[in-house]
C-alpha cells in the first residue's frame, strides 16, 4: 500500500478511536489485534487490511468507510453504472 494511503488510513483509525473516547488497548482487546500490531499499524509503519478495518468499524460501531480513503469510496456516477 502507498505510505500516503497507509497514513490516512492510520489517522483515521487514531481519530475514531478518540472520537469513541477508547484506548488502543480496548481496541485490541475488542478486536483481537495483538496491541504492538495494532501499534505499529497506528504509527503506519504497517498496512491494516480490510478484515482488521471492519473489526475496528464493528468495534467502534461505525461505518468501515470511516476508515478508508476517500478514493476508496465509490462515486454515485460509479455506483449507478
Do not use: C, H
Not at 468507510?65 to 455506483?79: D, I, W
Amino acid at each position: 500500500m502507498a505510505t500516503d494511503t497507509r497514513r490516512t488510513i492510520a489517522a483515521a483509525v487514531a481519530f475514531e478511536i478518540g472520537q469513541a473516547d477508547r484506548s488502543k488497548r480496548w481496541l485490541s482487546d475488542r478486536t483481537g489485534i495483538p496491541y504492538s500490531t495494532l501499534d505499529r499499524k497506528l504509527k503506519a509503519q504497517v498496512d491494516f487490511n480490510f478484515s482488521e478495518l471492519f473489526l475496528i468499524a464493528e468495534a467502534l460501531r461505525i461505518e468501515p468507510s470511516r476508515l478508508t480513503p476517500p478514493e476508496f469510496v465509490p462515486t454515485r456516477e460509479a455506483v449507478a453504472s
